[in-house]
């Protein structure tokens, strides 16, 4: 309501500051027009029954149907949704909220102050979506916020009329299938994702469990569409026991770090030294590992390396229930049904000494873009999309569109504090918890992985503090230890999981009014983070949790310049950074430093994101093709037809079958055979590009485009598909022989998908020719220095 | 060739980039012969030297499409331009914040860029009051009896000054818009199109006044260089690679295209820019150093023997000189040690050889191996033309459009913009073409 009477000067300001603070934005002030409109319908809506709501609702469906909304279309989703979240949850949706509605309605992604209730904003906008005719999918960052949102939100819905559902992993087949058929479903990224997979997959039309979705509403729209978005979602399916190298794995055992071998600093990659080499020669019978012969066994060598060296338990890995299981870095949170690929996943499973899982192969891949692409409309919420405007609109075309906060936000961020060693850090936020404690204040301390939250509850207990650990391996207690961590006087230590979605209400979530006020009195949430995030949004993401909708709050960060963000990042800290006795370094110099590594980050994984993508396209275009030929396949009788054309030998043999069998069996069997050798020869493309992609990057040396040369190589290779499948299909004819009254062909049908993973490989790792002189000129200045 | 034309005129997205690059090429073409205002066209025209007399002005002639010596809006070049990213790169080895930046990826490269723009605007308004003053002096144009530059007051000099500076900044612009929405690398681009602007214009001097006979000959002669240079460009080694980082599956590829490839022309064209630029300072020197009038013994042995390019010994010593910035720039350029580490880092070796020391050896041997050949190459089509001085007249003849720099640079450019026209086919135009 203030917003849209404010006076004309005032919003020409706040135009401008629009302009200046955020110029990757796009406004919603024709919106904001909209706003007393709605609020002069509410009188009116309350006085409907529940039923006439409903009806009231129904009506909306009417009409033509049309890809944008009327205002007034606007006006009466948004004064129905408003009274249906009253009567439902006991929430009346704010003006700002109605606002981002509008803006979701219109396709933006909408930046809302965390805390300001985006659920109900999704939930409403599907709503609009699906009265209007459409089929909405509401993408959520993980599974347990899907299914979160779409109990909670089941009662709004279904005041007006819209049936809703969701899935995650545990769901069955028929399920699924119920809720792809409502008119809204919720579901996390990468489930929807590989459902759309499996869906790829199919021999009968019947398996499949979607429904043609008109509209994507994504949640932390940022997280979904730019973290997530760095890695395909990948499907494998497992071929045979895994054959880990046991022998190998006991030999890299005994090597010595920087002696046998060594890594480098950002942990991504460890390699033999030639001490290293020898003793394994050695040990494995004096074979060569460098030639042709001795390849396999390097890569044995190579891949149980990386498990030895670059991979720590409770880092990257929980071992959980007799199996390891995955922590997903941006989320700290376990990573169901992801794996390692290339025999990684195994040789960690040999070092863990766990019996080895099946050795997946890759069916089938896509990225997020894609996923997100498929949707005629998309629109997203987050709280923090404007640090990823220009990505938003390079790789979605979508514009962000900022709401401002119901109450203003008074959280006060002090600024980092930075040591020189890990030590002191850890020191100093013990020292801190222990001294805001004792004011009684509730504090979220968000590190940065599982054995760090560990080994900082185990520090407090010591300084006699009792804490709650809420990390990757109790995820599931996830609601009530958030439930709790806003009680006075609670010490929360958590991995990144905390980051999103989650509320933490000031005196807990059954706190009495007095307890709520006692807490507000002490200065709300304090959030402690101890180590800088590698993209300043995730630092925020933290900061989030405190002062939510108005309350009070307190954030800071602890940084070292040991942190692996500085390691990796910006390695050369610069000189004259004098620590006072504590180990704190109050430079100036020091906090831009870490700024610095922070965007070197944040740069190197927009470069993974936008390779990924550039790489990936190709990939994706030849399997939408190859996915067109595949329907023809399913829908209709080309396989039989093409068997029954053939002037070879085939089409005998398949007379021979429909004699057998009957014409109607026979058919069946050419139309799945002929699918499994295209998704089997699908199989074998994307491993030859993956092989392809791997050394790709060399040919920069030679001055040619790695993607063109990427490119050059894929295209023939994708081009003998089609005629290979159908060989194969004839050859199977041939071959296979009518047993029991079934046509016997090993090795056919699909195989179910079994476990994820995910690749990352940098483009070129080379610079430039000028580049390379810039280098030497640079190591010569800084040898003259010394 | 003509069916790759063909295909990718019909693609409808691929014609729209190609047609967009036309259209920038035309109002570029326009904007070189377009006078800047306050210059006489006609006293322009009146005083264009012939070739050989421009001295050290052709490359820059060269470089900017005839553009300059026609005081034309864009007399100032790309120059500016290609001179404002060099001082930017090298200012990343000096100052700590542009260091910083460039590592910060996209966004701080799009820093760096702005600042680029920056400085290339600073040194176009540099570039275009040398260039006024020059003319206005009859630096510029040698015995010419005409001023140029009529109205030499300060109002008129700002102008035309402005107007060159502006010339630069829509150049630069242009050449962006060309990499961004239209086909290649826009600023190779209009580099390529400078030098070819002047074929006709070279051509015809060659026809009026040597005769048909010589004319054919010439094309002919020109043709086959050229060929032969597209021939040795796409010439590579091959040093095949393995990955062993990843157990694979069912299969092991081949190999077939896991190399890394070498070129025969390392080195690309630098070598010569290089060692021709060397070549014109003694001649610089003496003009600096000693009156017009004067002559010394020194001048007298640099016109004999290092300026005049007929003689054997400035021949041999240009060829000398090609050869050893060759070795050196792809020494500086192609650090063995590095790529060995990376390719040991990344879990690739060479069949055969330990990754390290021994790959880093490996490639040395080979590298070596190969840039002798490819120096040789360089430095005979850098001084054929030195042959045919004779055919347009007498002196300065290296930066004619046939010459060695000329005819590398635009088959360089050329052969990356039909690749890029062929992968953008390979990638969009699925049905048809390549099925």
Known sequence: MALARTPVTKRIGQVLRRLIERPASVSLAKYEKLLPQIEQREDEVRALSD???????????????????????????????????????????????????????????????????????????????????????????????????????????????????????????????????????????????????????????????????????????????????????????????????????????????????ETDPDGRNAWLTPAGASVVEKALGGINLYDEEGSERLAAVNVALHAHALLTRDVDYIVRDGKVQLINASRG??????????????????????????????????????????????????????????????????????????????????????FDSPSSKLRAIVAEIKRVHAEGRPILVGTQDVAESEELAEKLRKAGLECTVLNARNDAEEAEIIAEAGKKGAITVSTQMAGRGTDIKLGGSNGTPEERAEVVELGGLYVIGTARYPSSRLDDQLRGRAGRQGDPG???????????LVVSGAPDVPDGLVPDDDGEISHPAAKRHIDHAQRVMEGANLEIH???????????????????????????????????????????????????????????????????????????????????????????????????????AAIPEYHKIIPTAKERL?????????????????????????????YLVHDNPFDSDAEQALKKVRGLLRKKRW | MLSVIRSALATPDLRKKIL?????????????????????????????????????????????????????????????????????????????????????????????????????????VLQATGVIALATRGGMFANCPQDVIPDSSVGSTALIVLTMTAGTAVMMWMGELITERGIGNGMSLLIFLNIAARIPIEGEIILSNQGGAVFAVVCVFVLAI??????????????????????????????????????????????????????????LISRLVTPETETSWFKRVMAEYVTNQSNWVHIAIYFALIIFFTYFYISITFNVDDRAEDMKKYGGFIPGIRPGRPTAEYLHFVLNRITLPGSIYLGIVAILPNFFLDLTGEGNNQNFPFGGTAVLIMVGVALDTVKQIESQLMQRNYEGFLR
């Open chain 2, 226 to 283: 050229i060929s032969s240079v597209v021939f040795v460009e796409q010439g590579q080694r091959r040093i095949p690679v393995q990955y062993a980082k990843r157990m694979v599956g069912r299969r092991m590829y081949g190999g077939t295209s896991t190399y890394l490839p070498i070129k025969v022309n390392q080195a690309g064209v630098i070598p010569v820019i290089f060692a021709s630029s060397l070549l014109y300072l003694p001649d």
């Open chain 1, 610 to 712: 936008r390779n990924t993508w550039r790489y990936t396209r190709l990939i994706e275009r030849q399997r939408s093709d190859l996915l067109e030929f595949r329907e023809k396949v399913l829908t209709t009788d080309v396989a039989a037809e093409y068997l029954q054309s053939e002037e070879s030998e085939a089409s005998k043999h398949y007379d021979d079958v429909v004699e057998k069998l009957g014409e109607d069996k026979a058919r069946r069997m050419a139309r799945e055979v002929l699918l499994f050798h295209l998704d089997q020869l699908w199989s074998d493309h994307l491993a030859f590009l993956a092989d392809v992609r791997e050394s790709i990057h060399l040919r920069a040396l030679g001055k040619e485009t790695p993607i063109d040369e990427f490119h050059r």
């Open chain 1, 51 to 261: 039923d006439e709501l409903t009806a009231r609702a129904g009506k909306l469906r009417d009409g033509e149907p049309s890809d944008s909304f009327s205002n007034e279309q606007l006006i009466e989703i948004c004064a129905l949704g408003r009274e249906a979240g009253r009567r439902a949850l006991g929430e009346r949706a704010f003006d700002v909220q109605l606002l981002g509605v509008m803006g979701l309605l219109t396709g933006h992604v909408v930046e809302m102050a965390t805390g300001e209730g985006k659920t109900l904003v999704g939930a409403l906008a599907a709503s609009g979506y699906a009265l209007r005719g459409k089929r909405v999918h509401v993408i959520s960052v993980n599974d347990y916020l899907a299914r979160r949102d779409a109990e909670w939100m089941r009662p709004v819905f279904e005041l007006l009329g819209v049936t809703v559902g969701w899935v995650e992993p545990s769901r069955t087949h028929e399920e699924r299938r119920n809720a792809y058929h409502c008119d809204v479903t919720y579901g996390a990224v990468s489930e929807i994702g590989f459902d759309v997979l499996r869906d790829r997959l199919v021999t009968d039309v019947e398996q499949r469990v979607m429904a043609k979705a008109d509209v994507a509403i994504v949640d932390e729209a940022d997280s979904v569409l730019v973290d997530e978005a760095r890695v395909p979602l990948v499907m494998a399916g497992s071929v045979d026991a895994n054959d880990a190298d046991e022998e190998v794995a006991k030999i890299v055992r005994r090597l010595r770090p920087g002696l046998h071998y």
């Open chain 1, 730 to 758: 004839a050859e199977t004819f041939q071959d296979a022989e009518v047993v029991d009254g079934e046509l016997d062909v090993a090795a056919v049908g699909v195989r179910r998908p079994t476990s994820t993973w995910t």
């Open chain 1, 554 to 564: 307190g954030s800071i960060f602890f940084a070292s310049l040991n942190d692996d």
């Open chain 2, 20 to 124: 967009f690059t036309l259209m920038i090429v035309v109002l570029y073409r326009v904007g070189a012969v377009t006078p800047a205002p306050g210059v006489s066209y006609e006293a322009v025209q009146a005083c264009q030297p012939d070739q050989g007399e421009q001295g050290v002005f052709s490359l820059l002639n060269l470089f900017s499409g005839g553009a300059l010596l026609q005081l034309s809006i864009f007399s100032t070049g790309i120059m500016p331009y290609i001179t404002a990213s060099i001082i930017v790169q090298l200012l990343t080895v000096v100052i700590p914040r542009f260091e910083e930046l460039k590592k910060e990826g996209q966004a701080g490269q799009n820093k760096l860029t702005q600042y680029t723009r920056y400085l290339t605007i600073a040194l176009a």
């Open chain 1, 333 to 418: 949170r376990v990573a169901e049904l992801q794996r390692w690929p290339d025999g990684l996943q195994a040789a960690v499973e040999v070092k863990e000494q766990l019996p080895p899982s099946d050795r997946g192969e890759v069916l089938d891949s896509i990225t997020v873009q894609a996923l997100v692409g498929s949707y005629p409309t998309v629109a997203g919420m987050t709280g923090t999309a404007v640090a990823v405007a220009e990505t938003l609109r390079e790789f979605y075309r979508l514009e962000v569109a900022v709401i401002p906060p119901n109450a203003p936000v008074v959280r006060v961020d002090e600024d980092d504090r930075i």
